[in-house]
């Protein structure tokens, strides 16, 4: 099993800044991809990025520019560096990760592993 603990959240400003962290822990070999997801109330859940073990990613239309993912496979790591936050961007951020390494053009939506969440909250 693998566990997943985030980190990070809180209340920002639109057009602040956060980052989030995610820690991974137990069965860590069996992880390839990491991501990012979130939910927004009323919403579904949405991939918001995602890294491969070799570093490929991908990002939401809706991120693009402003949210940069990385990874520390050392530390068993990865990271949500959100820049230039907007209030619908306000959500549960949760932390995913896969045993698949393959990253296509759609979020997978069945990842492997999930962590319980952090909010992130941006006021107008």
């Known amino acids: 099993q693998v566990q997943l603990v985030e980190s990070g959240g809180g209340l920002v400003q639109a057009g602040g800044s956060l980052r989030l962290s995610c820690a991974a822990s137990?069965?860590?070999?069996?992880?390839?991809?990491m991501g990012w997801y979130r939910q927004a109330p009323g919403k579904q859940r949405e991939g918001v990025a995602v890294?491969?073990?070799?570093?490929?990613?991908n990002y939401a239309d809706s991120v693009k520019g402003r949210f940069t993912i990385s990874r520390d496979n050392a530390k068993n790591t990865v990271y949500l560096q959100m820049n230039s936050l907007k209030p619908e961007d306000t959500a549960v951020y949760y932390c995913?990760?896969?045993?698949?390494?393959?990253?296509?053009?759609?979020?997978?939506?069945?990842?492997?592993?999930w962590g319980k969440g952090t909010l992130v909250t941006v006021s107008s």
């Open positions: 995913a990760a896969d045993r698949s390494d393959y990253i296509g053009r759609y979020f997978n939506s069945n990842m492997d592993y």
């Open positions: 890294i491969s073990s070799g570093g490929i990613t």
């Open positions: 137990g069965s860590i070999f069996s992880i390839n991809v």
